[in-house]
């Protein structure tokens, strides 16, 4: 305790006399209330601007308190020179007291913090988790091995993700997925030098992750197994029909993975063991539930409610079903929600047609035949026809009314596509270009002369383009087309529907002399020798087709004659050019190869043929001037056509067997 405390808790040892000169400050009224001693957090917390006046040391509660004395006052002696008291001793001292006090904990917190730097220098910082797995402390060895007992065996156990609405899961070993044990310890960092950061790390926690090892190829794989079940495109809402029941369908959002977030995400977070939300965007439906409620109770209903009838002529009636209304009106998004009836006047047309045909009278072509040996017109019908848009377009009214629904059926003149006028006016009247081929097999026959049935009497008109394969069609099996020979692959070959292209051959020759324009046609990839070389076509259902367009300012017949042994092609129309083929030598002759092929129905034996190339020049003049309008050169190369040989698969029999006996 101060001196000065220590006098005034012992008053009796002041004298009656003034007080000396020399230390004026001893004596000082004693002060009844006493504060408290501060503690030595007061002393280092409290701010130090309150000064304390001296008091004496507290008396316990035990022993009575002395009354304060009251000192006499000096009477006869003069009082010296006043001089002023000091008043900041006292403080000063308490203060140096305070700052001791405090330099004593301040240099306890220096060695423990000195003690726990060194203590933990070379850990983990505290308080550090991975995966919620605590290593805070421990030595990088030892945090190692921690993380790796308690999350090694997490990289093959699946990680059920989640995307939207979908659940899925995930293996990381599977999704090329590890831990890179050192860099996950090596994250963690090294003990803060910060003593406010150490000590709070004493309390809580600070959770860094494991640094992943990732294969992106496996991981963009298994990403994409769990796109295929998350990905699904929006679903409009919308009203079906089931026969005669109305079912409305709730519009659904769509959505869509961030894939490459989503790799992010699963990088970051699977190793925790808890469910992994991937993200992903949501495609949004246009239609609202709002919409197909009202599309349902306005349209949809009443539309089933009952069946509506056409009337046609004779008191003739077509009927559309009410369980068939599905067929016939749908729903689209109108862009604001709702939904737009759709009225398909062609599927009604399909249902009610039929059922008023025979009320009608069919148009009819003009025909242009030759019995008489000459071109004769045969002519046109005008028809009558329901004309069922016109008859269809109170549709919509007729499905909302509230009663019978009933229309009648539109009838109107229906003209042929050549009328009468028009077949006259084509001008075909001469043949203009003839040409004939023989030579073929009886299965190349029957195909020829089915092919050219398909094609006698076609009419070309002016600048119109016919097509082969358009005007057969199909020529298969189905069709009564029969097995004959081909060139496949460079050899001779059997097919359904072979030798049409000795058909393909002479309607190309006969289009050549009467002046028709060469749109496509394709050689033979060798010679036959019984084509005109550089002048012949091939064809092939659906690869090659022969076209050709008329130029003429008239129209064109094709007539075909058909025999066992030969078929012509005659093109009619008017002449107005006349047309000659120059055809130059043979050049750059190649010798065939021989081919070797087991005996059977797919092998035709060959001699072979030399190769050539060759070039056929088309002049065409003016029939009336005899001016030359064009003149064309075709070079065409000739593969040799190969020898090919059928060697059957059966052993030769041995030199000592005896050969069978005549009559045995």
């Given at each position: 305790?101060?001196?000065?405390?220590?006098?005034?808790?012992?008053?009796?040892?002041?004298?009656?006399?003034?007080?000396?000169?020399?230390?004026?400050?001893?004596?000082?009224?004693?002060?009844?209330?006493?504060?408290?001693?501060?503690?030595?957090?007061?002393?280092?917390?409290?701010?130090?601007?309150?000064?304390?006046?001296?008091?004496?040391?507290?008396?316990?509660?035990?022993?009575?308190?002395?009354?304060?004395?009251?000192?006499?006052?000096?009477?006869?002696?003069?009082?010296?020179?006043?001089?002023?008291?000091?008043?900041?001793?006292?403080?000063?001292?308490?203060?140096?007291?305070?700052?001791?006090?405090?330099?004593?904990?301040?240099?306890?917190?220096?060695?423990?913090?000195?003690?726990?730097?060194?203590?933990s220098a070379d850990r983990v910082p505290r308080g550090v988790t991975v995966a919620g797995v605590d290593i805070g402390g421990q030595s990088t060895a030892t945090a190692e091995e921690t993380l790796r007992a308690a999350l090694g065996s997490r990289v093959d156990r699946p990680v059920p993700v989640r995307a939207g609405n979908t659940d899925s899961e995930i293996v990381p070993a599977q999704a090329g997925v590890g831990i890179d044990w050192a860099a996950t310890v090596e994250q963690a960092g090294e003990q803060p030098i910060n003593p406010f950061t150490r000590l709070a790390s004493l309390f809580t926690d600070h959770e860094i992750g494991v640094v992943s090892t990732v294969d992106d190829a496996a991981l963009a794989s298994a990403m994409g197994g769990v796109q295929q079940a998350t990905d699904r495109a929006p679903r409009e809402g919308n009203v079906v029909f089931e026969g005669t029941r109305v079912v409305p369908v709730a519009p659904l959002p769509g959505q869509r993975l961030d894939v490459e977030a989503a790799e992010d995400t699963f990088v970051d977070q699977w190793a925790f063991g808890t469910t992994v939300d991937l993200p992903v965007d949501t495609v949004d439906v246009t239609v609202t539930q709002a919409?197909?409620?009202?599309?349902?109770?306005?349209?949809?209903?009443?539309?089933?409610?009952?069946?509506?009838?056409?009337?046609?002529?004779?008191?003739?009636?077509?009927?559309?079903?009410?369980?068939?209304?599905?067929k016939v009106l749908t729903f689209a998004p109108d862009g604001g929600g709702g939904l737009s009836p759709q009225y398909n006047v062609e599927a009604a047309t399909a249902i009610l047609a039929p059922q008023l045909v025979s009320t009608e009278i069919k148009p009819k072509d003009?025909?242009?035949?030759?019995?008489?040996?000459?071109?004769?017109?045969?002519?046109?019908?005008?028809?009558?026809?329901?004309?069922?848009?016109?008859?269809?377009?109170?549709?919509?009214?007729?499905?909302?009314?509230?009663?019978?629904?009933?229309?009648?059926?539109?009838?109107?003149?229906?003209?042929?596509?050549?009328?009468?006028?028009?077949?006259?006016?084509?001008?075909?009247?001469?043949?203009?270009?003839?040409?004939?081929?023989?030579?073929?097999?009886?299965?190349?026959?029957v195909n020829i002369r089915l092919a050219a049935s398909a094609i006698d009497g076609a009419i070309v008109k002016p600048g119109e383009t016919f097509s082969f394969d358009a005007q057969t069609g199909p020529r298969g099996s189905a069709q009564g087309y029969v097995d004959s020979g081909i060139i496949n692959n460079g050899r001779p070959d059997k097919a359904v529907g072979g030798g049409i292209s000795q058909l393909a051959t002479t309607l190309y020759n006969a289009t050549y002399f009467a002046g028709m324009e060469d749109v496509d046609h394709t050689e033979h990839s060798y010679y036959i020798s019984r084509y005109p070389a550089a002048r012949e076509a091939t064809v092939f259902e659906g690869a090659i087709d022969l076209k050709f367009r008329n130029p003429a300012k008239t129209g064109v017949m094709i007539q075909t004659i058909g025999t066992s042994s030969?078929?012509?092609?005659?093109?009619?129309?008017?002449?107005?050019?006349?047309?000659?083929?120059?055809?130059?030598?043979?050049?750059?002759?190649?010798?065939?190869?021989?081919?070797?092929?087991?005996?059977g129905p797919h092998c035709v034996a060959s001699g072979g043929a030399p190769g050539f190339t060759v070039s056929d020049t088309r002049i065409i003049t003016d029939a009336d001037s005899g001016g030359e309008i064009s003149r064309h050169t075709r070079t065409v190369k000739y593969d040799p056509v190969p020898v090919v040989k059928c060697v059957s698969n059966e052993p030769a029999p041995s030199n000592g067997a005896a050969a069978p006996s005549p009559g045995r």
């Open positions: 305790m101060s001196d000065e405390r220590d006098g005034a808790k012992n008053p009796e040892n002041h004298t009656d006399g003034p007080v000396p000169d020399e230390n004026p400050t001893e004596i000082m009224p004693v002060v009844p209330d006493i504060p408290p001693v501060p503690s030595q957090e007061d002393a280092v917390s409290d701010a130090p601007t309150e000064v304390f006046a001296t008091t004496p040391d507290p008396v316990p509660e035990s022993e009575p308190q002395p009354e304060p004395q009251q000192l006499p006052e000096p009477e006869a002696a003069p009082a010296p020179d006043p001089q002023p008291a000091p008043t900041d001793a006292a403080p000063n001292r308490r203060w140096v007291k305070y700052a001791a006090v405090a330099g004593g904990v301040v240099a306890v917190g220096v060695i423990a913090y000195a003690v726990d730097w060194v203590v919409g197909v409620d009202a599309a349902v109770r306005d349209v949809a209903t009443p539309a089933v409610a009952t069946d509506v009838v056409v009337t046609g002529k004779d008191g003739a009636v077509a009927t559309l079903p009410r369980d068939q209304i599905g003009a025909q242009i035949t030759l019995t008489s040996g000459s071109p004769q017109v045969v002519p046109s019908v005008t028809g009558e026809m329901v004309q069922w848009p016109k008859t269809l377009e109170p549709l919509p009214a007729l499905l909302a009314a509230p009663g019978a629904r009933t229309t009648p059926a539109v009838y109107e003149p229906a003209e042929p596509a050549l009328t009468t006028e028009g077949a006259k006016a084509l001008g075909i009247r001469e043949v203009i270009g003839e040409f004939t081929t023989g030579g073929f097999e009886y299965a190349s026959g030969n078929i012509t092609v005659r093109i009619w129309g008017t002449k107005t050019v006349d047309v000659q083929s120059v055809t130059g030598n043979r050049s750059n002759q190649t010798s065939p190869d021989t081919i070797t092929l087991p005996a």
